[in-house]
């Protein structure tokens, strides 16, 4: 039957367009198309054993053009173990154009889709289907998910009890038969306690364990409900027939009541690596004091927009980025940037929601709100980084997979041989249901996201921000280091420290047309010389055009005005005075040279002191091994008094932005796994093209965009604790999934041959997980490296 999809695309610009895509789709075999370019969409009907999607729309990028995503995100509910959540993501990524990752630890899929292909009622009926609970997830209040959590684990600790009051009864004939001196309870009284604790109260099993059959995969609750059914029912037709034989209704409510108790603990633990995202959230404060007409009156928070204007009272916290417009206070801005120490603020400075004001009043105008603040960007960077998948879990996502069926195997040649072997079916029973009771696939799932979760949760603590759980995963394995050097090795505050007029002219014009042409800028040189010129009046300039990494033109009284590197203007057919260069570059001076038509009007010797703890981040790095490179666009013989004082291995110097980007692919050629730091915006390239991109800065919002790790601090010293957090992290992960696997390579022969009873199997399973979540929580005493 043919499928029809209403595909969008971007980047058509006319027509011609339109007909040249449609005119390439329709070349597939299978496939008819109308392009319509006034919607933006394409009309796509796929009929044939080999049209289909992805063909369509490698098509249609092979053209030129792009087909945009979206993405969602989803709570989940009914999953019980790893292999839910594979079994989810499984039936997802079959769906045409969608790729999604599924955490068993949040309960939680990130799902990226093709509107027109697919859509998000489409997505959450597929998994209905498969038989899970699906909803989207919107933000919300912190309070809202402490909530809904706590009224969770309340149920889960209702129906615990009550599963725990009718066994204790059996619990208590278990004791008996240890003890042999007390009374035995009536087979009929066992019967009447356990039948509710088997159909009661572990309903809920049930009916998981049938959505993943009918589904087509198994999960726990399949083991868990075969091995308590066959005890169970092996118990009642002996009680019914009055055969004489041992019952086993205790160990069916037991292994349901322990593995209530595992999950209420599991629950409880989870709910703590969720703790470090609603630390972050509740800094916003929920009202905000707002002027309309004159008058200040409270409003709340989310209703603000940008160019509200805003009162900020010492002890507040702020509500929303702004930018103040009058008053001045110290803020601390430690709860998002990890700086200890308070930040002034006055007209001018930029302000983030959820700092606290510490001593005096701010007004203040919004900038960003609601999603747009530095605050809700970093909570979402989190919490996709907690939602994200390391390359790690992949083996344990592959055995969950297949775990529980060969465990149900496993469980049956149990059974067979051990009768064969032994004559006693009661024997091989009691064996084969140890063997299913005690497998469980839920320490394997949880082993690596919640060591991420935590993990990323202490980060953003301590103001180290990871983009996913890759970057988490490959800090650890960084051999080289590539610093860029403005406003990253050096503070990004460079200072004029010499002006030289040439010869017969003047330094006043020198100024006046340098800040002319630096006036829109914002890169820290040019900030340097606008300073340095305050007080003097621009002149009026056209035709402005900047050469990245190079310098900038412009004409001003209709000349070409020119401004940078002295390559840059001898490329220009600019006489220099190389003597003059040269002795300022010895000295680590940064030279401007600036020039009006012909005329050459002088030069600006600048300087850039190394960060504070640049000399001793760089060494730590070399004491552990790791090679320290250092980039600049600066001339040779500045960058080599930068290097030499800073201590690195090697340096490049004078290289464009894009050069610096090969660079990087050069290192990484070698064999070498390369570490990109940088201020985030010039270094955008090299970012991009290494293995793990650290963005030094408060939050700025490209930073935040490009790097795959954003250093709150403005200090160098986090990289070393981004890199020790990350091998901490995967030290946990590591233990975890020795833990995860050691327990199952150990507990399922010991179950086979009959060493462990299905009780204490229940309470082995049971506690594995909490083992492994209570590990991951030992990651909450990592501290930043003491420097």
Request: glycine share 8%; aromatic share 6%.
């Amino acid at each position: 039957m043919p499928q029809t999809l209403n595909v969008p695309i971007d980047g058509m610009s006319c027509t011609a367009c339109a007909a040249r895509v449609e005119k390439i789709l329709n070349r597939q075999e299978g496939v008819k198309a109308a392009v319509n370019f006034a919607s933006g969409n394409a009309q796509v009907s796929l009929d044939g054993p080999t049209a289909s999607a992805d063909n369509v729309m490698a098509a249609i990028r092979k053209a030129g053009f792009t087909v945009p995503e979206e993405t969602v995100d989803l709570d989940l509910t009914g999953m019980s173990c790893a292999a839910c959540a594979t079994r989810i993501e499984k039936v997802l990524n079959r769906m045409p154009m969608t790729r999604a990752s599924v955490n068993f630890a949040t309960e939680t899929a990130h799902v990226a889709f093709i509107p027109g292909v697919t859509d998000v009622a489409e997505i959450i009926a597929r998994i209905e289907k498969t038989g899970f609970g699906a909803s989207i997830v919107h933000d919300g209040q912190p309070e809202d998910a402490q909530a809904r959590r706590a009224s969770a684990w309340r149920q889960e600790r209702n129906a615990f009890l009550l599963t725990l009051l009718l066994s204790l009864p059996l619990f208590y004939e278990m004791i008996a038969m240890f003890i042999g001196s007390l009374p035995m309870l009536p087979r009929w009284a066992q019967f009447a306690f356990a039948t509710p604790v088997q159909f009661y109260c572990a309903r809920h099993m049930y009916q998981r364990a049938w959505n993943a059959v009918r589904g087509g995969s198994a999960n726990m609750d399949v083991l868990v409900v075969l091995g308590t059914s066959v005890a169970y029912c092996f118990s009642a037709i002996i009680v019914m027939t009055g055969l004489r034989q041992p019952v086993y209704f205790e160990a069916s409510a037991a292994i349901i009541t322990l593995i209530s108790l595992g999950k209420l603990m599991e629950a409880r633990a989870r709910n703590q690596t969720s703790a470090g995202v609603e630390t972050l959230l509740r800094l916003q404060p929920d009202m905000a004091h707002v002027e309309i007409d004159g008058a200040t009156v409270d409003r709340p928070v989310p209703e603000l927009r940008v160019g509200d204007v805003f009162t900020v009272r010492p002890g507040e916290s702020v509500p929303v980025d702004g930018v103040v417009i009058e008053g001045a206070s110290e803020v601390n801005e430690s709860m998002l940037t990890g700086e200890s120490l308070p930040v002034l603020k006055e007209q001018g400075s930029r302000i983030i929601g959820g700092t606290l004001n510490a001593n005096g009043a701010l007004r203040a105008r919004a900038t960003g709100v609601g999603a747009d603040t530095a605050l809700a960007r970093i909570v979402k960077m989190v919490q996709q980084a907690q939602g994200s998948k390391a390359a790690v879990q992949r083996l344990a996502d592959r055995i969950s997979s297949v775990f529980v069926p060969t465990v149900i195997a496993i469980a049956a040649v149990t059974f067979l041989a051990g009768w064969a072997i032994t004559g006693s079916a009661t024997w091989s029973l009691v064996s084969a249901v140890s063997v299913l009771v005690i497998a469980c696939p839920c320490s394997l799932g949880l082993a690596t996201p919640t060591a991420i979760m935590v993990g990323t949760g202490q980060g953003a603590h301590h103001g180290i921000l990871f983009r996913n759980a890759d970057a988490l995963e490959h800090a650890q394995k960084l051999t080289t280091i590539i610093f860029d050097k403005t406003g990253t090795l050096t503070e990004g505050r460079p200072t004029v420290r010499e002006i030289h007029a040439s010869p017969a002219q003047d330094e006043r014009h020198l100024l006046s047309v340098a800040s002319t042409l630096e006036r829109n800028s914002e890169h820290p040189l040019a900030r340097a010389i606008l300073a340095r010129a305050e007080g003097v009046d621009p002149l009026e300039m056209d035709a402005f055009t900047a050469v990245p990494g190079l310098g900038v033109t412009g004409r001003i009284h209709g000349e070409i005005a020119r401004l940078g590197s002295p390559a840059f203007l001898n490329n220009a057919g600019l006489a220099l005075d190389d003597a003059l260069i040269g002795r300022m570059q010895m000295q680590g001076q940064t030279v401007i040279g600036v020039a009006l038509g012909t005329t050459l009007l002088g030069y600006f010797g600048l300087s850039d002191p190394l960060r504070s703890d640049a000399v001793s981040t760089i060494a730590a790095l070399k004491r552990a091994g790791t090679r320290v490179i250092m980039l600049t666009g600066d001339n040779e013989r500045a960058a080599s008094v930068v290097a030499r004082e800073a201590g690195v291995d090697d340096y490049v110097a004078g290289v464009l932005p894009e050069q610096k980007a090969e660079a990087v692919g050069r290192y990484r050629a070698r064999g070498h796994v390369v570490g990109m730091v940088g201020d985030g915006i010039n270094d955008a390239p090299a970012l991009a093209a290494a293995d793990v991109s650290f963005a030094i800065g408060a939050g700025s919002a490209i930073a935040i965009d490009t790097a795959d790790i954003i250093l709150m601090k403005s200090e160098l010293g986090s990289v070393l604790d981004a890199i020790s957090l990350s091998r901490a992290t995967l030290a946990k992960i590591r233990q975890n999934l020795f833990f995860a696997f050691f327990y199952n390579v150990l507990g399922l022969p010991l179950a086979a041959t009959g060493m462990l009873s299905p009780v204490v199997a229940g309470a082995a399973m049971a506690m594995s997980s909490v083992s492994v979540v209570s590990n991951s929580l030992l990651l909450n005493r990592w501290k930043p490296v003491r420097r």
